[in-house]
Nanobody, 127 residues
Framework: QVQLVESGGGLVQAGGSLRLSCAAS????????MGWFRQAPGMEREFVTV????????YYTDSVKGRFAISRDNAKNMVYLQMNSLKPEDTAVYYCAADRGGSLYPGYLNPNEYDYWGQGTRVTVST
């Protein structure tokens, strides 16, 4: 069982930055691939980025490449999402998720591949 708790969301102006954090419980954290998803009002949950268990493999959706960076600290059971150059279209609730199987493409794009989810943290980017 893994419990995930996100933090770091908030209101920021376009062009600004936020750093989201996800704290995970459990002793096998490094065996999970960790992803970030987001869900805007009225929209489906969409993939943002994923990092493999030891941080070797990282993938981003095209819309955030060059602006967002995922990282993890397995010693602290933490995953981070650094978001720079934020745009109004980044406004959403952001969720971290744990994938026990470490799915390959295109599996990691699918929310159903993830075994555990946090409660989400809201990010609002104003114009």
């Amino acid at each position: 069982q893994v419990q995930l708790v996100e933090s770091g969301g908030g209101l920021v102006q376009a062009g600004g930055s936020l750093r989201l954090s996800c704290a995970a419980s459990g002793r096998t954290f490094s065996s999970y691939a960790m992803g970030w998803f987001r869900q805007a009002p009225g929209m489906e949950r969409e993939f943002v980025t994923v990092i493999s268990g030891r941080g070797v493999n990282i993938y981003y959706t095209d819309s955030v490449k060059g602006r967002f960076a995922i990282s993890r600290d397995n010693a602290k059971n933490m995953v981070y999402l650094q978001m720079n150059s934020l745009k109004p279209e980044d406004t959403a609730v952001y969720y971290c998720a744990a994938d026990r199987g470490g799915s390959l493409y295109p599996g990691y794009l699918n929310p159903n591949e993830y075994d555990y989810w946090g409660q989400g943290t809201r990010v609002t980017v104003s114009t």
